[in-house]
């Protein structure tokens, strides 16, 4: 699925003014690369979606990596208030999760109407996350371990130091960015859709449950087969699941 570019940090693709507009926001280490296959799947008729390229990766990979969720999530929504029309669903994976639930709050607080918060394999805000030093003090060979635990690389490409040196220092500035974080305290008005791969050794059920705290409209929880990709393997699964729960009530609980 093709897509245009409106600034450095939005993808574009779709309705040029979808009356639904999917917010797309990665994971640690992630660009608008790792969810460009989300679209296809998500959108229907007349709707759009805009997936967050980071600064530090992809086409910005000459850009220093970002510092802080709350700036980020700032400028995402100045400039999805400028690049889109109608309701947004915000949709994050890790890392994303939590940049998505403070552009969420920016949203809101902009008096734009955020339909759904979709938090996928993400711990709450308030939840322990990562400690930055200990992130700073990681080795190289910790790196390794890191990443070849959570993600899908194929391990023989981490073995390569190039390789490693492009990645490392990347995911190492979004886990102090993670680490550092410190969410707003109001809840959002949106209801929130949590959820987690049955085999992931990050989130677990529980940590899905603590999303409950950060919205008044109601969370529903969802484990899927799988370990912190889960998506990989069933996007379908996934991108069904966010369409029932936005087509209401009698919808969500017949797919119960």
Request: charged letters at 20%; hydrophobic letters at 45%; aromatic letters at 6%.
């Amino acid at each position: 699925m093709k897509h245009t570019e409106p600034t450095p940090l939005l993808w574009h693709y779709g309705a040029a003014a979808g009356t639904r507009t999917y917010v797309l926001a990665p994971f640690a280490g992630g660009s608008a690369y790792s969810m460009g296959d989300w679209p296809a799947q998500l959108l229907r008729a007349g709707e759009s979606a805009l997936v967050l390229q980071y600064p530090g990766r992809g086409p910005r990979a000459a850009e220093a990596p970002p510092t802080s969720i709350d700036e980020l999530a700032a400028e995402a929504g100045r400039e999805i208030e400028r690049h889109s029309t109608g309701p947004v669903v915000i949709v994050g994976h890790s890392l994303g999760g939590v940049l998505g639930h403070a552009l969420a709050l920016h949203l809101e607080h902009a008096g734009r109407e955020v339909e759904l918060l979709v938090a996928s394999a993400a711990r709450a805000p308030s939840a322990p996350r990562v400690d930055a030093g200990q992130v700073l003090a990681m080795s190289d060979a910790q790196w390794l371990q890191e990443i070849t635990r959570y993600s899908p690389l194929d391990p023989e490409l981490l073995l390569d130091p190039a390789v490693l040196d492009l990645i490392v220092p990347v995911l190492r500035a979004d886990y102090l960015m993670l680490a550092r974080h410190v969410p707003g305290r109001l809840p959002l008005s949106c209801p929130l859709l949590a959820i987690g791969g049955a085999d992931d050794a990050w989130v677990d059920a529980g940590h899905l449950e603590t999303w409950s705290e950060c919205t008044t409209a109601g969370l529903i929880t969802r484990t899927l087969p799988g370990g912190h990709f889960y998506f990989r393997d069933g996007l379908t699964r996934v991108t069904e699941l966010i369409h029932t729960v936005l087509d209401g009530d009698r919808a969500r609980k017949e797919f119960r």
